[in-house]
């Protein structure tokens, strides 16, 4: 008998129950995880995972071979990638898993030197996993199945859903609601300047490292960072070079948080958003679109990873999604968390990274059609 893989399934508490609703025989993925879908076989296990509460809720034995259909199961999405599943075992939200529990019986959190390089990977589905660990996790929700243990759950993050509408000239968009400032009142007003400091020098440590020229925004040229000031990066450059033909785009550029140079070209460009609105960045790089139809510089906005909604939320405006290219399909995520970390994961081999490091550590802005 052929082994059987595993495969981790990406659902958040909204899709998830949608799965269920519609007769938890079809399982979908994302047009841009064909090539992956297609390898999937008959009598693999689907690893369901409810994203932002962090929890294993279920596992899925895979019936049939992969097809693509756009017959309606989401609300918000259609995950064409489709394969027929049957339920092997299923959890509720408050017998589910928590994959904290897990992680010292799974392979891809050993590297001891960072305890946060498993969540790399946790951004993409289907993955296919490690046999021991499918069947550690497996065995974790069968245990949880017929001993279940009820714990609370964050109903905020569970029922949480990113609305996704269609413009007839634009395609998929997203129409942000009103938002309160999510700020708590005891928090230091300090905290956000010092963090948006601390990441801008994550940025250029790693640029730095990496052997590019840097670029940071002119007023932010004396700050410092654990005792080394900006300035004294040795690749840091005082003056950027002509990059655009005209000057407005020019001084666009001069403002972007941080710079990745090799020669003339723009290796690649951060904005770094700590705050609630997360229009400034924003607003920069559809400015910089806008001057520069043919724009192919990679784009990344870094922020918080409880803002990672508001940013996917903020970037499919019809504002933005009315630009050529679409800010979307140039502009990537990058968490606080995932930054930090992955970078001191690394630490011992920065000087032989790739720009495309980025891109293992990024997420992709676009939204699926609705």
């Not at 097809?67 to 609300?75: C, E, N, V």
């Not at 995950?79 to 075992?89: D, E, I, W």
């Not at 700590?274 to 790089?285: P, V």
Request: with cysteine.
């Amino acid at each position: 008998m052929e082994k059987r893989n595993y495969w981790l399934a990406l659902f958040t508490g909204v899709t998830w129950a949608e799965f269920l609703a519609t007769g938890a025989k079809t399982s979908g993925f994302s047009e841009s995880r064909w090539a992956t879908v297609q390898k999937v076989k008959p009598g693999d296990y689907l690893l369901c995972y409810l994203t932002r509460v962090k929890l294993f809720i279920g596992i899925l034995e895979v019936t049939g071979v992969p097809y693509k259909d756009s017959a309606p199961i989401w609300k918000d999405a259609t995950y064409p990638c489709r394969l027929g599943v049957k339920v092997v075992a299923q959890l509720t939200p408050e017998t589910a898993v928590p994959v904290a529990e897990l992680l010292k019986k799974l392979s891809l959190s050993q590297d001891q030197s960072n305890p946060y390089l498993w969540t790399g990977h946790f951004r993409a589905s289907p993955t296919k996993w490690d046999q021991a660990d499918g069947e550690a996790v497996v065995q974790a929700i069968l245990d949880a199945s017929n001993n279940p243990i009820a714990r609370p759950v964050n109903k905020r993050k569970l029922q949480y859903r990113r609305k996704v509408l269609i413009s007839k000239d634009i395609g998929s968009v997203t129409i942000p609601e009103r938002e309160e400032d999510e700020t708590s009142e005891q928090e230091s007003e300090a905290k956000k300047p010092r963090e948006h400091t601390e990441i801008q020098w994550y940025l250029l440590t790693l640029g730095s490292n990496m052997g590019f020229d840097l670029w940071v925004a002119r007023n932010d040229r004396n700050r410092t960072w654990d005792g080394e000031r900006f300035r004294d990066f040795p690749k840091l450059k005082d003056k950027l070079p002509p990059l655009f033909g005209d000057e407005a785009t020019n001084r666009t550029v001069e403002l972007i948080d941080v710079l990745w140079l090799k020669g003339s070209t723009i290796v690649a460009a951060f904005e770094i958003e700590s705050t609630t609105s997360i229009y400034s960045g924003l607003l920069r790089m559809a400015d910089l679109i806008a001057m520069q139809s043919n724009l192919t510089i990679p784009l990344y906005l870094v922020a918080p990873d409880e803002r990672r909604g508001k940013v996917f939320t903020e970037v499919n405006r019809p504002t933005f999604s009315r630009l050529s290219p679409q800010l979307s399909k140039i502009c990537r995520f990058i968490a606080f968390d995932t930054l930090k970390n992955q970078t001191k994961a690394v630490s011992h081999v920065l000087r032989f990274l790739k720009p495309e490091f980025l891109e293992q550590i990024s997420e992709s802005c676009e939204v699926e059609e609705a």
